[in-house]
């Protein structure tokens, strides 16, 4: 193998996995023209195309897919052995990549990362924010972030962040307009801010539970989005109901823009969990994300 060989085949497996030279330039912290450059003289070397490229997209070739089913295990076994190398050192030092929500990277992850970066300067965190069920394994994550009844069993899970509570608000006009609903059952006679799962594509059924009763109710309303800080906002506007995290709306309720419904309908529930697979050796970067992340339900923070 030539010098730079193994330097043009870490190219060709970003610009393969990312799809695209934009996200893996970004990936690499290298401009697009070089990555296209890399990857023809690769091409060259080899005498076969790898990549085949659109306007709009890039796809490896069949020849470009063997390579790459090749290279990713192969290149992910030697970053994990100089991750051990790392290791050997006294301060934390290294990448984390976590990929969470946006309300997990708000309301409990900042503040948390905020600390950890300025105690340990050679730490680097990578927070992708993105609302679907991330595989962490396949897209090399080091520990992902969801809700505490969403967690695969095969994972380890520490708890980062108190109990949970979705609650049902509307504006006092749009109250004044509908009326006020005594059931979950009502739900279908208004209009309701709907929201779109990320992962599965679907509109959320609206759950709800009191004495033991679950009802699910699938509802109906002119605006579909894919954001809760969205539906609060078109809450706030009257054109419906929205079904949101308590704590989005909490300073909306204190001035009165929103008002809650339902209350007793809308039980806690189990919240953010930091998940990772079950292995023994973690890097002590990754540990002091996790030490400063448990959450302490006696403290008031999670220092």
Known sequence: MQRDELGDLAVFLAVAEERSFTRAAARLGTSQSSLSHTVR??????????????????????AGQQLLETLGPALGDISARLAALGRLRETPAGLVRITCSRHAAETVLWPAIDRVLTRYPDIQVELSIDGALTNIVTDRFDAGVRLGEQVEKDMIAVRIGP???????????YLARAGMPASPRDLPGHRCINLRMTTKGSLYVWEF?????????????????????????A?????????????????????????????????????????????????????????????????????
């Open 41 to 62: 003289r690769l091409e060259a070397r080899l005498g076969l195309k790898l990549l085949a490229r659109t306007t709009r997209s890039v796809s490896p070739t069949e």
């Open 163 to 173: 109990d949970l509570r979705m609650v049902v608000v509307g504006s006092p006009a």
């Open 235 to 303: 809450a706030d506007a009257g054109h419906g109901l929205a079904y949101v995290m308590e704590d989005q709306v909490q300073a909306r309720l204190a001035e009165g823009r929103l008002v809650r419904v339902l209350e007793d309908w809308c039980p806690t529930f189990a919240g953010h969990h930091l998940y990772y697979p079950d292995r023994h050796d973690l890097s002590p970067a990754f540990a002091a994300v996790v030490r400063a992340l448990r959450y302490h339900p006696a403290r008031d923070d999670l220092e």
């Open 209 to 233: 539970e009191r004495d033991d009763q679950v009802l699910n109710v699938r509802v109906d309303g002119a605006l579909i989005v894919n954001d809760m800080a969205t539906a609060t906002r």
